[in-house]
């Protein structure tokens, strides 16, 4: 199993543009989620999904959008980056909502 | 509002030398709490999940303790290779709120 995957490794934006972060596990979790990782602030939930079809947000939604059409994809927009969207952001899936969390090996943004 | 505070910040210790990392939290209904390691560069990576106070769990060198109100991760004659940061997580609901971790260092 390569467990939770995410790409890309790094990127570089501009103020304005557009992307789209990808996240997939193949342990058949129904839940996911994405954090954000700052120095001096922790890992903070930007949205999460308790299965397809079904999303909800976090402690820090604003400037992301999801989406949860499969179980095994779930992916990140953001809609126009901004310089305080630099940051590390990583995906995690478990079992349930309750379960313990694998993350992915994160992707580190930077906006210029 | 702060749910969940880790301290130290920052731990060196000898190898050998045994100590306690402290996780505080004050969210009201508690689900569960959970401790994950942190290499630099790479993602977290569970290590224990408790319940309910008076609960423990243990893993080599690393017992996780509960009570109402906080956490301890004790860490017993570390090795180098246990250095890293030590993250707290707290679930409250199907939500999750991370401390913001402990870095530990052990010196050979």
């Known amino acids: 199993n390569a467990g939770v995957t995410q790409t890309p490794k790094f990127q570089v934006l501009k103020t304005g543009q557009s992307m789209t972060l990808q996240c997939a596990q193949d342990?058949?979790?129904?839940?996911m989620s994405w954090y954000r990782q700052d120095p001096g602030m922790g890992l903070r939930l930007i949205h999460y999904?308790?299965?397809?079809?079904?999303?909800d947000q976090g402690e820090v939604p604003n400037g992301y959008n999801v989406s949860r059409s499969t179980t095994e994809d779930f992916p990140l927009r953001l809609l126009s980056a901004a310089p305080s969207q630099t940051s590390v952001y990583f995906c995690?899936?478990?079992?349930?909502?309750?379960?313990?969390?694998?993350f992915g090996p994160g992707t580190r943004l930077l906006v210029l | 509002e702060d749910q969940v505070t880790q301290s130290p910040e920052a731990l060196r210790l000898q190898e050998g030398e045994s100590s306690s990392l402290n996780c505080s939290y004050t969210?009201?209904?508690?689900?569960?709490l959970f401790w994950y390691r942190q290499d630099p560069g790479k993602g977290p990576e569970f290590l224990f999940t408790?319940?309910?106070a008076g609960e423990e769990k243990e893993k080599e060198r690393l017992k996780a303790t509960l009570t109402k109100k906080e956490s301890f991760l004790h860490i017993t004659a570390p090795k180098p290779e246990d250095s890293a940061t030590y993250l707290c997580?707290?679930?409250?609901?199907?939500?999750?709120?991370f401390g913001t971790g402990t870095s530990l260092t052990v010196i050979p």
């Open positions: 969210v009201s209904g508690l689900r569960g």
């Open positions: 995690a899936s478990s079992q349930g909502p309750g379960g313990s969390q694998y």
């Open positions: 997580a707290v679930q409250d609901g199907v939500q999750f709120y």
């Open positions: 408790l319940y309910s």
């Open positions: 999904s308790v299965g397809a079809g079904i999303t």
């Open positions: 342990m058949n979790h129904e839940y």
